[in-house]
Structures are given as C-alpha cells and as structure tokens.
C-alpha cells in the first residue's frame, strides 16, 4: 500500500481539493474573477485577466462534477462574463484582460483556456458551455492554429491582422491541455490528433537540448536561446529552459497517449520514453540543486539554476507527473518522491491559516514574490490533489463526468 493507492490518502487530497475550492471562491467579482492576494482578497490593480476567468471557471467546473454546492454559480458566472465582457463582439475572440490593465490582444494562451473552461462547463452541464466551446474551437481553428506546422502562432492584435513575430512553448502546452479536453467532450478526434502533433515537434526539439526544452522561437520555429536574457524571471516568458514545463509536458504527453488507446489507435514508443526523461531531467536539474529542497524556476541551458525561486505550480506539476507516470509504469522512485513533495508542500506551500498554496518562495524557501505576487488562482494546485484519484484518460472535466474518481 503507498499514498498513490491509498483510501486515506484520497480523503486528504480531497480535503484540500476543497480547502482550493473554498479559497478560490473570494475572486468572483462583477466582470469576472479577480487576482487574489495572500490572504484571498482581489488585487484591483491587477485588472481581470482572462485567463484567471477561464481557469477559475474550468476549476469550478470540477467542483460541480464533484458534488459541491455553489460551484454551479461560479461556473455560470464565468461563462457570463466571458461573453458580456471578455468577448470581442466586433471581431471575435476574446480580450486578454479587462478592468485596470486591459489588454485588446489575441493570446493562444488565454485562449487556450476559454476552451479548457468551455469544455469543463460542458462537462459539467453547465449552460452556456456547449456554446462557448464551440466558438473557442473555431477561433482557435481560424485564427493560431497552423496545419502546416502543427502548432499554434502565439498572438494577435484585435483584429486579427498583426500576428506577433514570434512563437512560444507554453501556450502551445496548454493548448493540449485543452485540445484533449475538448476531444473526450465532443467526441471530436481532430483535436487529439492535433496534441498529438504538438506533443511530437517539441519532444523532437527538447531531445535535442538534452530534454530543456526550449520555450521561445522565431515565426519559423528557431529556438531563441538567449531570449529574455536581460529580464530572466519573467512570469510568462522567462529566460532559459523552465523546469516546471518539463513536468507538466511529461503529465501532458502520458494523457495524449491514454487517449489514443483508449481509441484503438497506436500510442508511439517515443511517448512514454518522453515523460520518463522528462520527469528524470527536471528531478535531476531542478530538484534542491542549490542546497535547499523546492524545485527552481528556470535553468541554463547547459543545466546551471538560473532563477532559483520556487514556484507553487512547479511542485503542483511535479506531483500529478508523478502520480500519472506511477499509472504506467508503478516505480517505487515515483512513490518516494510523490510523498516527498506532498511533505514539502504541506510544510512550505499549503498556508493552513489564510488558505489556499504560496504561490512563490524563495531559495531559502520564505515567501517570495519576485516573480508571482499572492495566490492569482487555484488551478494548478486543484488538479494536483485530482489527477491521484483519476485515470489518465479521459481528462479532469469528463472523467469526474463519467464518475471515475477513486475508480
């Protein structure tokens, strides 16, 4: 018996699956769900981004499929303000950020997540879902995906006629994430194929680079190694290779595999030799590499700490890698250290007193916030107490739908 097939172990994961839940509910604001502090009150000036909507939405969409009452209305709000103040009426799509710091770009990013957060509310038999994933999927169809690279381009101006020069890792990433989702909700195949197919062209260029994958490139997908040089702890773009992806990339693929067999089709060898190497590279670079356990944020590209803050997210990653790899392949290593970080986070990231995870510490592990300042959202910490209790396929949203927790 280990924590990862552990009935007691389950109830506490699902006791902080709410302990998020809970937290997360103080960032409902009129036009959408606001960035929360520490201690869990909106941050006004950090404007509404659509992200955060997005994922607070897709986050309570599982709160709905796991029986919590009021998580219906979260859900339902953000669908609502996504279309009355979010969605660009004129020309589509959806804006960045609305409130202080508005923002009328076209991010994949975001947009990724309009579509996680429709198809989760589908899942959920929210209303409005259905809607909203259909029209996520063909902005995303029309307007980043491209068929002859098979990636998606990063961002627009708001009328969709400047595209940026330049194309990134991370938007790309969670546009698996919700290209999958979206396939097990509508039983639509295209969109599995297409994680597929970015899942295969950046394991291609993370081998390459010893498995640091590379986050930034030209229009014509040439690593820009050096980008970011001079501002290395940027929050979405920073410089060198990103730790954290690695773990999220090693998850991803394990489910895009899950998926195709659970469809009949061949999952190539490459998949799970991928996610073993990456999980391996961001235990082996990132993992109290400079004298004090936490994962650091980013590294060199010959492997050296680069920003060595801890970021939440990274050890919320490492831990439903860990827990998805231990369903193919049940390594006693996994375990060790899946319980491991569960301790670290207890000590040094789950704030008992005000709630929800720190979402940054220092190397010295004390509460940090020179890249993320307070707790913006649940998301990535909800999923890590979910994906111990799910099977790999299908995702979060239809998986809780289809009453395979704890299955």
């Not at 936490?294 to 680069?306: A, I, K, M, S």
């Amino acid at each position: 018996m280990t924590w990862l097939n552990s009935a007691a172990h389950a109830r506490w994961l699902e006791r902080e699956s709410d302990e998020l839940l809970a937290f997360g509910a103080g960032s409902m604001v009129t036009q959408g769900f606001g960035y929360l502090d520490r201690a869990g009150q909106v941050i006004e000036e950090q404007g509404l981004p659509l992200w955060i909507t997005c994922r607070m939405a897709h986050s309570y969409s599982l709160g709905v499929l796991l029986g919590r009452p009021g998580a219906a209305t979260m859900v339902d709000h953000g669908i609502s303000t996504l279309a009355q103040h979010f969605h660009d009426d004129e020309h589509g799509g959806w804006f960045s950020a609305v409130g202080a710091g508005a923002s009328d770009a076209k991010e994949a990013y975001a947009h990724a997540f309009v579509i996680l957060a429709g198809a989760s509310a589908t899942a959920a038999g929210r209303p409005g879902g259905p809607d909203l994933l259909a029209e996520a999927l063909g902005v995303s169809e029309q307007r980043f995906w491209r068929e002859d690279e098979g990636m998606v381009a990063e961002s627009w101006d708001r009328t969709f006629t400047e595209l940026e020069d330049y194309r990134g890792v991370n938007a790309n990433m969670h546009t698996v994430e919700a290209y999958v989702t979206a396939a097990d909700v509508t039983g639509e195949d295209v969109w599995l194929a297409r994680a597929m197919r970015i899942c295969e062209r950046v394991v291609t260029v993370a081998r390459e680079h010893f498995w640091r994958i590379p986050e930034h490139f030209t229009a014509r997908w040439e690593p820009l190694l050096e980008y970011n040089a001079d501002t290395p702890a940027h929050q979405f773009r920073p410089a060198g290779a990103t730790v954290g992806h690695w773990l999220e990339w090693s998850r991803l693929v394990l489910q895009v595999r899950a998926g195709l067999q659970a469809r009949g089709q061949d999952a190539p060898e490459w998949m799970l030799e991928a996610a073993r190497e990456l999980f391996d590279a961001a235990v082996r670079e990132g993992w109290g590499v400079d004298g004090a356990d936490g994962f650091v944020y980013t590294v060199t590209f010959d492997g050296r700490p680069l920003v060595r803050e801890r970021m939440h997210w990274v050890l919320a990653e490492g831990l439903a890698a860990a827990a998805a790899l231990y369903r193919v392949d049940p390594d006693p290593h996994l375990v060790r250290w899946y319980q491991m970080w569960w301790e670290y986070a207890a000590i040094h990231l789950i704030d008992e007193e005000r709630g929800s995870w720190v979402h940054e510490l220092d190397s010295a592990n004390r509460p940090s916030e020179t890249v993320w300042a307070g707790k913006p959202d649940i998301y990535h910490a909800l999923q890590a107490t979910l994906m111990p209790r799910l099977p790999l396929t299908p995702m979060f949203a239809p998986a809780l739908a289809a009453g395979l927790l704890d299955g």
